[in-house]
């Protein structure tokens, strides 16, 4: 039940930083873990972070360093900061919710539409 909105994506240059947000309705978010996905064109989509319940993270190996998930349950919103953006980040980023351990990627199964990145060179 309830929707997630992803919110914060763009137009930017190689370099450049971008905070993406993930606003949830409904109750019970801090039941929830929560995770960013990106599809890039041409391509399936893969895993990029998660966070749990007890605010535990992992990033996929692309994303460390340079990417942080955070979440503000009392905003009911789950971010996603990128720093140094490459052109190579170019994707629609999704983000996701499971009532299941953040670190089993199979289990996310709510998502939201997506915010298109766009990282010029």
């Known amino acids: 039940q309830g929707q997630l909105v992803e919110s914060g994506g763009g137009l930017v240059q190689a370099g450049d930083s971008l905070r993406l947000s993930c606003a949830a309705s409904?109750?019970?978010?801090?039941?929830?873990?929560l995770a960013w996905f990106r599809q890039a064109p041409g391509r399936e989509r893969e895993f990029v972070a998660a966070?749990?319940?007890?605010?535990?993270?992992v990033y996929a190996d692309s994303a460390k360093g340079r990417f942080t998930i955070s979440r503000d349950n009392a905003k009911n919103t789950v971010y996603l900061q990128i720093n140094s953006l490459k052109p190579e980040d170019t994707a629609v980023y999704y983000c996701?919710?499971?009532?299941?351990?953040?670190?089993?990627?199979?289990?996310?199964?709510?998502w939201g539409q997506g915010t298109q990145v766009t990282v010029s060179s």
């Open positions: 409904g109750p019970s978010f801090s039941s929830y873990a």
């Open positions: 966070i749990g319940q007890r605010f535990s993270t």
């Open positions: 996701a919710r499971t009532l299941g351990t953040y670190n089993y990627i199979p289990s996310y199964d709510s």
